[in-house]
């Protein structure tokens, strides 16, 4: 019994880390913009398929390129990291493409809503038309050298469960430290804070936004990677779903809290773990009955800071 | 190019782009929309598919008489269900009530594929047809199209709609100017919701089969683009919006898989060329002022 629940909460605590990563992602673009980058979730999907093409997997693309594939196959942690820079590198296109045109000219905040969405839907569609509709499972050999599963306290872990939860666990801490101790991540925050000040202070906050962006994107692309190699890739629509769990997490947590999307992020893998196998279909439904009962108690989030309104 | 089941197809767009544009006009970006299509749609299929008494035929035929009664009744349900909700969610502000309502859909879609009798995965298909041929929907969807247009055409001029621009300038001054700013913005979430329930019975008839994908994200991203692109400062521009954007995916159908992008390219790239959509108030001052100028000027 203990270890059935054991087991169902290291489960859920996995699937938490990766929401926390796409909720990361969320949070460090809207503390610096005050916005929501909707192309996280598309950006999710590119991370998986870049991770699996690294590794050497092959594609068809419809069969319209029956298997297709790198000439070389990198090993599985390095084509991840790669994978993840790479998406990092993408979601700055996004930037460019999406954001900075209306930023120039001081558009709607609404405008970049739908046209971050467009980004979204140009990179999922891309993927579709270049790799196929159909899905596509990791090589065996993915994470050949490690055991199948491991015993924990008398509960079976899938070890890729355990994997998953490490690098999260990993991601985080590094994501934490480097925005309290190093320079540029304190810069990073001052830029959140007030824009104007941070610039008067000699902060590149252009530089600072390029930053946040790449570090949104290689989340996300982390985290496409992880579930991945872990359950498959079902299709180039693979990440909406992660990213409307994560938009959900975001404000469970508090915009634009770091903390606060770490939080959320376990909390719904948690809660989703916890719900019983005969009403799976009504899972992904939790997350947004959650979100629902949280933005009407609590506006703010879990963790969030109240925000005053100007007149 | 544009047959008569496209004409349909772009009519459900516009109806759906004014039903997002009329909480907009009240200052409140709603994502709701596609989850009151999904439930007047849901709702339209199982009471023509299950109900004899609505006189469905064995040969699939339907009383026009019945399908007028489920657009009310669509319109109606989804009209209750936003009034319910609308208390709830029309306290949040922004961003946070576009979540909100993006959880809405959401938990409708996941509702309506789990739920033990409105078809699962598959849906509800053959739901009977009160016309023989798409031709027959031109119609009803122009009728529902004209009366939209007429009821954001008569709020330009009414106190209601006096007051949900005046909340879209400023809530706070709406406020103190002693204008019941919850009452307004839940008028307009109720319309948008009736309105998208309508579209949304006549549209299960329309396309025969209904399920759950028929509202999800991507149709309230889709719809929200119809505003936005077609110009969110009346209700032409989400017409316009509707019909091109519907029109766009299946006149690009012949340059084949390419055509999503592109689709997402218009999405990504128009707000920088039409900040304020392709109807913008100045083009309308102009239209107006021609249309006085053609009335002072005898016909000759």
Redo the contacts between chains.
Sequence with gaps: MIETLLQTLLNGAASGGVYALVALGYTLVFSVLG??N?ALGALFSLGGYLTYLLMGGAISANGGLPGWGLPFGLPFPLALLLAAALTGLASLGVER??FT??RR?N??P??V???S??????????L??LMGAEGYAFPATALAGLPDAVVLGGARIRSVQVLLLAVCAAAVIALTLWLERSRSGRALKAVAEDATTARLLGINSDAMLRLAFLLSGALAGLGGGLIGVSISLPGPYVG?GYG?KG??VL?LGG?GSVPGAIAGGLLMGLAEALVPGEAS??R??LA??I??AV??LR?TGLLGRRLV?K? | MIDNGLLVQMLIGALLGVSVYLPLAAGQ?SLATPAFYAVGGTLAALLSTTWPALGAGADGSFPLASFLLELLLGGLLAGALALLVGR??L??QG??L???T???V??VR??I??LPFTGGAIGIFGIPQPFPTAAGYLLPALGLLALAGWVCQRLEVMPLGRAMAAIRNDE?AARCMGIDTTRVKLTAFVLSAVLAGSTGALAAHFLNTWNARQGS??TA?TM??FV??GGSRSWLGPVLGGLLLTALPELLRPVG??R??L??????????VF?QGLITPGLLERLGRLGERAEREPQT
């Design positions: 916005v929501i909707f493409l999406a045109p209306l000219r558009a709607e609404l405008l809503l739908i046209t969405l467009g980004a979204g839907l140009v990179l999922v569609n891309l579709q038309m909406i409307l938009l959900a404000v915009l279909g009504w992904d439904a947004f009955a979100l629902f933005l009407l506006p309104e007149v | 970006l709830l969610v306290r949040l961003i946070y576009a979540i909100a993006i959880a809405l959401e938990i996941v509702a594929l789990n706070l994200f991507d991203v929200l683009a936005i692109l898989d390419v999503l992008v689709f997402g390219l218009v999405i990504l790239l128009g707000p920088s900040p």
